[in-house]
């Protein structure tokens, strides 16, 4: 589901940031990145979100070679894909369910279709009745389940999720991971970056660890 | 609520059966009938939204507004006063007739026999004679100064032959050999081409006319500037939106949509207000213009904007909205990703 060969990333003032990535994660596959600040976990989560594109080396995406895709047709790429981020990015003059809904309004889903969705996949991280309050509402644990929401709506093949216990205690964090496995085992192929330890021993699934910018584990 | 759905029931038996059977077709037309609707609704939710934003910060709007409005109503100013000064030549035709004023002392008798001799001239397709007491009736008529002129003891106007070459003399060299020629009669005072001064009075009206377009020209680069700038600004402020819609997947179009709109509407309602502020200026200049006319005594009236032209202006401005965003959007949204 998402393949990396030989993948380079090089910035002209820092120098190269990833070298020689490769790694295969296959269709409902769960992994964790891991790796000390800077090694290139942000830089590689981006080049899978299809922000920036590798210097050198291929990366597919179900199949697809992203160098091949040309920039108009990234975005429906981005929609194979749901992203949960530390800082959760919620729009916050906007209600839960409006920045739930985001992904399906951009899809073009109608009226009904968004509405059914929506409630389903708030149900899905237990936050039912919620749907006409504010992120800022919300508890931290609570808006990171809005955004976990938003990234599945869609029933995305891929889910990537960046530190997405960052924020939250060890009692919230093991809830989150609970519902990745759910996705999981529906098929939907998962790669979380965190750096929290025990949350990956607890697990026990596939570790990519990267340091300093080559993979060394995975 | 019931109360009301039962009263329209009452009233309006086949309401319900009816309004359910265009429920049914929709959802019969399928998914792609659906995508339009929603697509529909996307554009109608962008069109009142992007209003609604400025409407949430009224004191920045109005600022951008009214420099717009005035940047607008300049232009549509200018092009008003150009229209009304054309209106006072507008009735002038471009002939190649020739004027010949005649001495004072030449009497109406001799003026007659001249009159005769030059239509005999092969090059001459006709005379006029307009004697003195018929060049005071015309004056007093049309140049405004008809009372001042009845106290005049002594008629002072010279009598004039009209004379209208042919048609197949239309080259400048035989029209002026034509001229001089009259210029040596001992009778002619003046000889004078009517079209010399009228092409005068066209040329200096083309300057005004192309000074007006450039003017108009500029006023249209700075509406758009200042546009694009405030779509940018705007942008600005929404780029944690704008990154998280890319994120999710929104292509360029979709992000660029509401901006789009808000361009829309500054121009929209700058072209509005432009509309008042020229609307307000000719009510307070229109007294004024009028009896300066009156004192003249002549027929002039201030021409105000039409239908036609109001349209126009505001679809420019509209127009000049959508471009200064699309333009601004192209080159910023392709430079905004997330960090």
Known sequence: MIRFDNVNKRYPETGDVLRNISFHLRRGEMAFLTGHSGAGKSTLLRLIATMERCSRGQIFLDGQDLNQVKENQLPFIRRKMGFIYQDYKLLHDRTVFDNVALPLVIAGFGHHEIARRVRAALDKVSLTGKEKKYPLALSGGEQQRVGIARAVVNKPPIIVADEPTGNLDPELSAEIMFLFGQFQQVGVTVLIATHDISLIEQLNRRVLKLDHGQLVGG | ?339
């Open chain 2, 1 to 339: 609520m019931k109360r009301s759905n039962k009263n329209r029931i009452i009233k309006d038996p086949p309401a319900r059966p009816v309004r359910q059977e265009t429920r049914q077709t929709t959802k019969a037309g399928g998914n792609y009938a659906d995508r339009l609707t929603a697509y529909r609704d996307l554009h109608a939710h962008a069109l009142f939204s992007s209003l609604g934003r400025l409407v949430a910060t009224p004191f920045t709007s109005i600022m951008t507004l009214s420099v717009l409005a005035i940047a607008i109503s300049l232009a549509s100013g200018f092009y008003i006063l150009v229209a009304n000064v054309q209106q006072l030549t507008g009735n002038l035709e471009t002939s190649n007739q020739i004027s010949l004023f005649l001495r004072d002392d030449v009497s109406d008798v001799h003026a007659n026999k001249l009159a005769d001799s030059i239509r005999h001239d092969l090059r001459i397709q006709d005379v006029k004679l307009i004697t003195r007491e018929q060049a005071m009736a015309e004056f007093k008529t049309y140049s405004g100064f008809g009372d001042a002129i009845n106290m005049l003891e002594k008629n002072p106007l010279p009598i004039v032959l009209k004379v209208l070459p042919k048609h197949t003399l239309e080259d400048k060299e035989g029209l002026e050999g034509l001229l001089n020629h009259f210029k040596q009669a001992p009778e002619v005072d003046i000889a004078q081409m009517d079209l010399q001064w009228i092409e005068r009075l066209q040329s200096i009206l083309a300057v005004a006319r192309l000074f007006a377009a450039l003017l108009n020209l500029m006023l249209g680069a700075a509406v758009l500037f200042i546009i694009g700038n405030t779509i940018r600004l705007e942008l600005h402020n929404r780029r944690d939106e704008v990154v998280i819609a890319k994120l999710v997947g929104a292509t360029n179009g979709f992000i660029r949509r509401p901006f789009l709109y808000t361009g829309f509407w500054i121009g929209f309602i700058s072209g509005v207000f432009a509309w008042f502020i020229v609307a307000v200026l000719m009510l307070i200049l229109r007294q004024p213009v009028e009896r300066l006319s009156g004192l003249y005594e002549g027929g002039f009236h201030l021409l105000f904007l039409s239908a036609a032209e109001t349209v126009a202006m505001i679809g420019c401005s509209s127009a000049l909205g959508v471009l200064g965003a699309w333009v601004v959007l192209f080159f910023q949204l392709q430079n905004t990703v997330s960090e």
